[in-house]
């Protein structure tokens, strides 16, 4: 086959597909009814969903904000802005001790030992008079919650015949001299103290008895208090389980 030939058969060939293709672009375009249906709701209605989603997120978020701001001004509202000032006076009306009240913590020893002396006194010692001696009855109640295990042991140790304090006084009384109190662990301490009997003449009954107990403590607001429990025990610091035995 000659060139020319080879050339001729390239432009016919080169022809036909420009026309083919000029055919396809000269064709009509055919339409999806979905298709259209679907590009007009996106077209239409679009913007609306994307602009709904946006303020609903707003919203939310400035709920939030809202809800934050109103539990923090609650918060605040809520605490104290007095702060107590103590003047101490003698009894000439003089200032010995001022200042404003400090919080103190929780933990305080020196509150948890005092408690505890307190407390082992008011718990054995035997007065003669009925009045003290029921006033140490309800001062050791104070520090013993009704919930806790200690308050059976407590209630069970005077209900025994030789513990029952008003019958005990009739024959003889108890003085208590607590000699040492230190702490176990951090909720828990050990205490010694000493027991004096005398007669209801005040002759001595034998020699003094030495006895060591522990007692774990809490701190926090009981189930049943009452304004007198308050007054003994302000700070409201229980011991839930006692337990002791005699020193040879």
């Known amino acids: 086959m ?3 030939a080879i050339t001729m058969e390239q432009t016919l060939a080169s022809a036909k597909m420009d026309k083919k293709r000029k055919a396809q672009i000269d064709a009509p375009h055919v339409r999806n009814p979905y298709l259209d249906a679907r ?15 946006s303020w609903k997120l707003v919203a939310m978020l400035s709920s939030l904000v809202t809800l ?12 104290s802005k007095f702060i107590p000032f103590v003047v101490g006076v003698d009894d000439l009306g003089r200032a010995q001790a001022y200042g404003a009240v400090a919080p103190s913590s929780k933990a305080d020893p020196r509150i948890i030992k005092a408690s505890v002396i307190k407390f082992i006194e008011a718990w054995r010692s035997v007065s003669s008079d ?3 001696q029921r006033k140490q009855i309800f001062d050791a109640y104070a520090f013993i919650a009704r919930a806790d ?6 209630s069970e140790y005077w209900q025994q015949a030789e513990h029952e304090p008003f019958a005990r006084a009739e024959k003889e009384t108890v003085s208590v001299e607590v000699k040492s109190v230190l702490p176990v662990t951090d909720d828990s301490y050990q205490v010694e103290w000493v027991e004096t009997v005398r007669d209801r003449r005040g002759k001595l009954k034998g020699e003094p008895k030495r006895f060591r107990g522990s007692l774990a403590w809490t701190q926090g607001e009981a189930a049943q208090v009452d304004e007198k429990a308050l007054w003994t025990n302000p700070f409201q610091i229980y011991f839930p389980t006692i337990a002791w035995s005699t020193v040879y």
């Open 39 to 53: 590009r007009e709701w996106n077209e239409r209605y679009g913007d609306y969903i994307s602009r709904e989603r």
């Open 2 to 4: 000659s060139e020319e």
């Open 149 to 154: 295990p200690a308050y059976v042991t407590l």
């Open 130 to 132: 009925a009045w003290l």
């Open 68 to 79: 934050a701001a109103v539990v923090g001004l609650v918060y605040i509202g809520s605490q």
